[in-house]
Nanobody
Framework: QVQLVESGGGLVQPGGSLRLSCAAS????????MGWYRQAPGKQRELVAR???????LYADSVKGRFTISRDNTKNTVYLQAESLKPEDTAVYYC??????????????WGQGTQVTVTS
């Protein structure tokens, strides 16, 4: 069973920065896509950024130019560097790993979530 463990959330002032990390363990499953989603109170969970094994990235329009996603395939770890944070970035951030299964849809794995609060 894949386990995703996030770290790096916290309280930050507007304009500040944070680095989130997510380490995958517990299985040899191939997580061909890894990413970050977030969910603010009263809102649906939304994609923040995603990265493939080859390094191809996808960002939500709201974070383009401010957030950078990266991954270290040797450590099965994905990172999210968040800069120029805004109050509207406040949310619980969830790590996601999409397990590649031959002949079957991807199997999604989720971390427990880490709170990011942007406030003065």
């Amino acid at each position: 069973q894949v386990q995703l463990v996030e770290s790096g959330g916290g309280l930050v002032q507007p304009g500040g920065s944070l680095r989130l990390s997510c380490a995958a363990s517990g299985s040899s499953a191939r997580l061909h896509l890894m990413g970050w989603y977030r969910q603010a109170p009263g809102k649906q969970r939304e994609l923040v950024a995603r990265i493939s094994e080859s390094g191809r990235t996808l960002y939500a329009d709201s974070v383009k130019g401010r957030f950078t996603i990266s991954r270290d395939n040797t450590k099965n770890t994905v990172y999210l560097q968040a800069e120029s944070l805004k109050p509207e970035d406040t949310a619980v951030y969830y790590c996601n790993g999409a397990e590649l299964r031959i002949g079957l849809p991807d199997l999604d794995h989720w971390g427990q979530g880490t709170q990011v609060t942007v406030t003065s």
